[in-house]
């Protein structure tokens, strides 16, 4: 029942429950309702399931009856069969033209044909009354055909003296319009098969009369250009699908084939007479797909046929162009024309689509000319390398000569500045939005630094004033004013350095350019290290040609490659002294790194003399040492104690010793001494940490050598070590040393008392040793239980200690 709230009704009054009381009420009342729910839910459930099961088909295994369910469904199964009929159709005219046309006379030869041909065309008009559509497609398809073979028999019969090539010309256009006009009947205007291949048919006439003529490539050429024409004009008026797709096929196929052979002909042209008609063509090519473009804006294609008309445009132009022009003069005469097509986009008249298309032909344009100069820039920046296997070989007479060494001059690249600097023209003039703006900007700067890099091999100017040139750049670069943006300052860093490695590869031909340059460029990168926003790049660089500049010193001085390590060694002092003044600057940590690598280079240098080597090595490792005092760098102390380390053994190396304890006490005193303070600070760290690897690294090697030592003074040494060192672990309780020392020292015993042991096996009988054997097994067998009690016993013992 529903809930209701008891009330006492009094004159002049109205008695309602309290608030606790009226929520009591309606919590009892809501649960009612959802006990009530969930007994309706539960029954609907039943219910539904219930029906289900009734209404389920009994399986297939059961029910014998069962219709199979279709894998095909029917009109797929029909137009297959129509299909299929159709080409058996086809074939079976075409065997009975071919094969069997000689069986019959002129008059019946007629007959069959014209017979066929017209009930197959005439067919397709019934059956469309009837509804029967793909039926009247595939009779279209199959009167079609019949066809293309009457024009053949007629050939055959009739006019065997007429030209192959013409005649398939004549044939082609009149089939053309046969189709054309039994696709526009009112009775056969439902069928979509006509219409496509009246067009497919109307590809060839124009070729093959050309063809049937003996033209020249340019008619040729033409015809398949006029042709795709005609596609493009059907496309943009035939509203009908079927045949739209195919003109544009056409128009694509056709022309695409116009477009390569024009291209040819313009390319080959041997005088501005062929390149004037080659230029007309691809002229004719452009207004077609121009054409295209315009009729159809808003379209997918509508930018893309732009795009290709632009480029049609400045390829005929700039063929025409290049027949009368030096070869040198080819490329900027073509990016002249590219860059013209930008005019487009001032032109209101034009459609966006157009415009947009003729900006990115200009681009594309631009890019090629640029991918032009490429071999150009890149030998003048990674030529200079080749100078790396002819170090101070000699001066070269020019600039062109400097960075040609490896590689050969590329031709006609007198021209490759002029046309970086029209790109870079374009870069900074043209464009205008952001945020394309700055970015063009930056790239002429990038077009701009590469015309001047490469003008002194261009013009061949004397080698020492092609360096200076590339000096002045490297210093111009790096000298940005501090209130540029950052990407500008990035690119200007980038730019510096190539210049800087092109330029001290350039000056490796000469020692005394090789020795002035690497000055010059440490100090411009250390002047530039100044402003702090460069410094995490300057600072390294100045660093990298200091430790150049010091191996050329001492190449310069005649002397080997140990003692210029000493000289080297001063950059990695410099860099440890640099970076402790920056502290937590951004240039902190690349400078530390070039810092480490020189150290490694002075290193290698000097590994050809020990002695100097083990010198090179502890200078490093105080180096090291002194880093390892900054806050932060502490564990480069390890990589101190390591040159130290590899310094004493290099040392011990030098002087012939070959005591494996010279070079392994040096390690354990250090590491003892630092595992005694570990143990100091931290009582609770484990005996194996502090003291392991200290006495691992000589009581191993030891223990190696004297299991290989004759004499009897290691082993006594290294017998009363490890006793000692036994003794300590036992008295303070420690596991490390108690278990290494006792270790060994029972490994040398054994070592000792080897020889003794063989003695007085073989002076017993040969039934001893196995008998001996027996009665250990039995010994072991009956204190079996003490043992493992005493074993258990010692482990509780090692586990105490620490």
């Avoid at 003529?213 to 059907?234: E, M």
């Avoid at 128009?251 to 007479?273: E, F, H, I, K, Q």
């Avoid at 609770?684 to 392991?692: D, E, H, Q, R, V």
């Amino acid at each position: 029942m529903p809930y209701e709230v008891t009330r006492t009704t009094l004159p002049g009054m109205t008695h309602l429950p309290p608030p606790a009381e009226e929520l009591r009420l309606l919590d009892a009342e809501l649960r009612q309702l959802d006990a009530r729910r969930a007994q309706l839910l539960t029954r609907r459930a039943w219910l539904v399931s219930t029906l289900r099961r009734a209404q389920q088909p009994l399986p297939v295994a059961w029910s014998p009856t069962a219709p199979p369910r279709p894998e095909t469904a029917a009109p797929s199964v029909q137009n297959v069969l129509l299909v299929l009929g159709g080409v058996l159709l086809t074939l079976a005219a075409a065997v009975f033209t071919l094969v069997s046309w000689g069986h019959m006379g002129i008059t019946g030869r007629a007959l069959v044909l014209g017979a066929v041909t017209l009930a197959a065309l005439a067919g397709p008009v019934l059956l469309l009354k009837r509804g029967l559509r793909s039926t009247a497609e595939s009779v279209a398809g199959l009167g079609l055909a019949l066809t293309v073979l009457d024009a053949y028999a007629l050939h055959e019969a009739a006019l065997t003296g007429t030209d192959g090539t013409g005649y398939a010309a004549a044939a082609a256009a009149v089939l053309a319009v046969i189709w054309s006009a039994y696709g526009l009947l009112p009775a056969t205007a439902a069928l979509r098969l006509p219409l496509p291949s009246a067009l497919a048919a109307a590809q060839f006439p124009l070729l093959l009369w050309a063809l049937a003529a003996d033209a020249g490539p340019y008619l040729i050429t033409a015809a398949l250009l006029v042709t795709a024409g005609l596609d493009t004009v059907a496309a943009l008026r035939v509203a009908t699908g079927s045949v739209r797709i195919a003109a544009v096929v056409g128009a694509y196929g056709m022309g695409g084939w116009g477009v390569l052979a024009a291209g040819w002909l313009s390319l080959t042209a041997d005088g501005p007479g062929a390149a004037a008609r080659a230029g007309g063509l691809l002229l004719l090519a452009a207004v077609i797909a121009l054409g295209a473009s315009w009729r159809g804006p808003g379209t997918r294609h509508s930018l893309g046929l732009a795009i290709a008309s632009g480029l049609l445009t400045v390829g005929a132009f700039g063929g025409v162009a290049r027949s009368g022009l030096p070869s040198e003069w080819a490329v900027p005469a073509h990016l002249a024309f590219g860059v013209a097509l930008l005019a487009a986009m001032t032109t209101g008249r034009l459609p966006e689509a157009i415009r947009h298309g003729f900006a990115w032909a200009s681009g594309v344009v631009q890019a090629l000319a640029l991918l032009w100069t490429l071999p150009v820039v890149t030998v003048v920046l990674l030529g200079p390398a080749g100078w790396v296997g002819r170090v101070w070989s000699g001066a070269p007479s020019d600039a062109r000569t400097a960075v040609a060494v490896e590689a050969p001059w590329p031709p006609d690249s007198v021209t490759a500045p002029v046309v970086l600097v029209a790109v870079a023209a374009v870069l900074a003039l043209a464009i205008r939005a952001e945020p394309w703006c700055a970015r063009a900007r930056l790239g002429a700067l990038g077009l701009l630094w590469a015309t001047v890099l490469m003008l002194p091999a261009v013009l061949g100017i004397p080698y020492v004033a092609g360096m200076a040139v590339l000096g002045v750049m490297t210093a111009a670069a790096l000298y940005v004013r501090k209130e540029a943006v950052p990407a500008a300052q990035l690119t200007a860093l980038v730019l510096a350095l190539v210049t800087s490695v092109s330029l001290a590869l350039t000056a490796l031909a000469s020692q005394t350019a090789t020795l002035v340059v690497l000055s010059v460029l440490v100090g411009l990168f250390a002047a530039a290290s100044w402003q702090a926003s460069v410094a995490p790049v300057t600072a390294p660089a100045a660093l990298g040609y200091a430790a150049a500049l010091a191996s050329a010193t001492g190449a310069a001085m005649d002397w080997p490659p140990a003692p210029t390590a000493l000289l080297v060694l001063a950059v990695p002092v410099a860099a440890a002294l640099l970076a402790a003044r920056l502290g937590e600057h951004r240039a902190t940590v690349p400078v530390e790194c070039v810092g480490a690598a020189t150290g490694l280079l002075a290193v290698g240098l000097a590994v050809t003399d020990p002695p100097l080597l083990a010198l090179v090595l502890a200078l490093c490792g105080v180096i090291a040492a002194g880093t390892a005092m900054r806050p932060g760098r502490r564990p480069v102390g390890y990589a101190a104690t390591a040159l130290f380390v590899l310094a004493a053994w290099v040392r011990l190396a030098a002087w012939d010793i070959g005591t494996p304890e010279a070079y392994t006490l040096p390690v354990t005193v250090p590491a003892l001494l630092v595992g005694a303070l570990r143990r100091r600070r931290d009582p609770g760290a484990s005996s194996w940490t502090a003291y392991g690897p200290g006495l691992a690294a000589t009581l191993l090697p030891s223990l190696v050598a004297a299991w290989a030592d004759p004499h009897w003074t290691r082993p006594l040494l290294l017998g009363t070590a490890a006793l000692l060192v036994t003794l300590l672990g036992a008295r303070h309780h420690l596991q490390a040393p108690l278990v290494l020392g006792g270790s060994v020292l029972a490994l040398v015993t054994l070592h000792e008392l080897a020889p003794y042991v063989v003695q007085v096996t073989g002076a017993l009988p040969r039934w001893a040793p196995p008998a001996l054997a027996g009665l250990l097994l039995l010994a072991l067998g009956a204190t079996y239980e003490q043992r493992i009690r005493d074993v258990r016993r010692v482990r509780d013992v090692l586990g105490r200690m620490n």
